[in-house]
């Protein structure tokens, strides 16, 4: 079955780099129609996209955060890593990865990890 | 890329039906139909009920049902239940965007 659990800090200070790493098993990213995005959300606030990637390294990225944010896949090690650089106190929320089908089948997030909540304070 | 609008809350008594709708913009779902609809019980992580507009994932109840016209898309849940309480997020695809998620509704089931 397919699983993702996401893992990274749980405390950054003001400017500094967020790196999240989403590690997964069920599945290949070297599969063609897949790939893994990731989501965030503030505390009591609504879902918010951010980035992803795919089976051939075709990367999309929010266009409000394109500037801050990195996605990378190592598919031997079956991760995908998320830098955010320059955080602030507005990006406190729970990140998620989850999986992409984009097949003829289906073309939905539907598979989520648990999340990961990350604090920016000083 | 503006977040899709959804009521902030709707409430329905156990056995009714309630609709909850997603509106956005010719950019996204009027062009694709691929919006999809995600619930999410409170500390826990969304869950995919319906995708492609219509189409429900394997395992999710037939009372999930959606439905879309023109900029709107729509989540109806028939026969409430009391585990249906939870906030239900619809996503679309936006082509440039390329995703974009709606404000989130309240369910509550009185």
């Known amino acids: 079955q397919i699983t993702l659990k996401e893992s990274g800090p749980t405390l950054v200070k003001p400017t500094q780099t967020l790196t999240l790493t989403c590690t997964f098993s069920g599945f290949s990213l070297s599969t063609s129609g897949v790939g893994v995005g990731w989501i965030r959300q503030p505390p009591g606030k609504a879902l918010e996209w951010l980035a992803l990637?795919?089976?051939?390294?075709?990367?999309r990225y929010s266009p409000s955060l394109k500037s801050r944010l990195t996605i990378t896949k190592d598919t031997s090690k079956n991760q995908v890593v998320l830098t955010m650089t320059n955080m602030d106190p507005v990006d406190t929320a729970t990140y998620y990865c989850?999986?992409?089908?984009?097949?003829?089948?289906?073309?939905?997030?539907?598979?989520w990890g648990q999340g990961t909540l990350v604090t920016v304070s000083s | 890329q503006s977040a899709l609008t959804q009521p902030a809350s709707v409430s329905g008594s156990p056995g009714q039906s309630i609709t909850i709708s997603c509106t956005g913009t010719?950019?996204?779902?009027?062009?694709?139909?691929?919006v999809s609809w995600y619930q999410q019980h409170p500390g826990k992580a969304p869950k995919l009920m319906i995708y492609e507009g219509s189409k429900r994932p394997s395992g999710v109840s037939n009372r999930f049902s959606g439905s879309k016209s023109g900029n709107t898309a729509s989540l109806t849940i028939s026969g409430l239940q009391a585990e249906d309480e939870a906030d239900y997020y619809c996503?679309?695809?936006?082509?440039?965007?390329?995703?974009?998620f709606g404000g989130g509704t309240k369910l509550t089931v009185l």
């Open positions: 996503c679309s695809y936006a082509g440039s965007s390329p995703w974009v």
């Open positions: 010719s950019s996204d779902v009027g062009s694709y139909n691929l």
């Open positions: 989850a999986h992409h089908k984009s097949t003829v089948t289906m073309w939905a997030y539907d598979y």
């Open positions: 990637i795919y089976w051939d390294d075709d990367k």
